[in-house]
């Protein structure tokens, strides 16, 4: 369990005059509160060898995340009690991790177990923070709040999808840049003309409605060909969209079955600290028949990648190629994209009126800093917060005919 920490309000950074703080999540901020009341996945499954322990961290907390030999996922503090040596560079003994040190123990809650040089009965008394995991959809997920865990959330449609691609990469920005461009369909247009999505017709502008779901939020592209294009927002920081099959273009490649293919993303955006953060992905891949393993290592080959879009999008960033020149230097054409004009907008974006000036288009991007207003500021009086639920049936739309 963790030790119970006041709320602390540090002043918004950037940000008018009186705005709740939505940008830090360290332990004993609002919103790092807020989110920790919430699942979050914080590594891919694949990639966390039996016996093996990493380094995370999470929301400006230290993590020590590692497998026991029978393949189970524990994560605690990565420090131990004894002299604040990094326990992820230990052993791993069973469901124990012992830190190299001087050979303190402790167990998945946290609790000390064993102190080699000790007394016997001493090792009862220390405790480190011992958070609960779990498997799903290739990622881990950890609670890293105060209590019981709530029930976890589920997603029927990909359980039922032939294959599921979970990846992770580090986005070297404040996390609500990324969460705010959840509900910016406007960028799509702008942003991606030049990728995987120019099939989407994007010379057409549409007409864009944001509305309120049990889950979050709803946006919706209305194209004058009669199209429709529809993204979601699930409280706290999760965004989910589909690309239709029709959408999807291979550059310089013929594309098989398995790659024409509907793709639904279920997405979240996990802060690192307050100048990262973590974009999560678990891509439902929906084809006829059982996927090959070529194609399965493809993907993973994909989420391997992501080290060049970063040096793609550091590049434009300094000047050193043009924008268009994203399409043809990596694989991850969206992602750089989104790097570059993410990035772009400061390591913390200054939202102060004068200098950020939204527009009509711009509803998506009200509407999730005001239910984040709403929520926080529900929190910070005590008064009870939203359950939210996804509907059955709430599902994204592709934008195809």
């Known amino acids: 369990m963790n030790e119970q920490v006041a709320i602390q309000t540090p002043p918004p950074p950037l940000t008018d005059p009186g705005t709740i703080d939505y940008i830090h999540t360290g332990p004993g901020t609002l919103a790092g509160t807020y989110l920790r009341l919430f699942w979050q996945p914080i590594y891919v499954s694949r990639k966390l060898e039996a016996g093996r322990a990493v380094p995370l961290t999470i929301m400006n907390q230290k993590l020590a995340l590692y497998r026991s030999q029978d393949g189970k996922v524990h994560c605690v503090e990565n420090r131990c009690a ?19 040190f001087h050979g303190w123990a402790f167990g998945p809650d946290g609790q000390c177990v064993h ?8 090792a009862k008394n220390i405790r480190i923070g011992g958070y609960p995991t779990r498997e799903y959809l290739g990622l881990v997920f950890a609670y890293l709040g105060e209590g019981e865990p709530p029930e976890f959330p589920t997603y029927p449609e990909w359980e039922n999808a032939k294959f599921v691609s979970a990846q992770i990469d580090t986005r ?15 960028h799509v247009f702008f942003t991606h003309r030049r990728s995987a999505f120019e099939d989407l017709d994007l010379t057409q502008i549409p007409k864009i409605k944001t509305e309120k779901t049990p889950w979050g939020l709803s946006q919706t592209s ?5 199209r429709c294009r529809a993204t979601l927002f699930g409280m706290p ?40 953060h973590l974009q999560v992905h678990a891509i439902a891949v929906f084809i006829d028949g059982e996927p090959s393993e070529d194609y399965k290592k493809r993907w993973e080959d994909f989420s391997d990648a992501e080290a060049e879009a970063h040096e793609v999008a550091a590049k434009v ?16 054409v969206p992602l750089a994209q989104d790097e570059v004009v993410q990035v772009g907008q400061g390591v913390i974006a200054d939202r102060r009126r004068g200098i950020e000036n939204l527009g009509a288009s711009d509803t998506g991007i009200v509407a999730i800093r005001r239910l984040y207003t709403e929520e926080l500021t529900a929190l910070a009086e005590g008064r009870p917060l939203r359950t939210w639920e996804r509907p059955e049936g709430l599902l994204p739309l592709g934008g195809a005919e």
């Open 172 to 186: 070297p920005c404040n996390w609500f840049q990324n969460v705010e461009n959840f509900q910016d369909e406007g």
């Open 237 to 276: 920081n999760i965004g989910m969209f589909a690309v239709h099959p029709d959408n999807i273009k291979r550059q310089g490649e013929e594309r098989n079955a398995e790659e024409s293919a509907w793709q639904m993303f279920l997405d979240y955006r996990v802060p690192v600290d307050d100048e990262s």
């Open 82 to 100: 004894h002299r604040g040596a990094l326990l992820s560079t230990g052993w791993v003994e069973g469901d124990v991790i012992r830190c190299p």
């Open 222 to 226: 209305l194209f004058p060909d009669g």
């Open 115 to 122: 102190q080699p040089l000790e007394a016997a009965g001493y």
């Open 317 to 332: 960033l300094s000047g050193e190629l043009p924008y268009d020149a994203i399409a043809e230097k990596c694989h991850h």
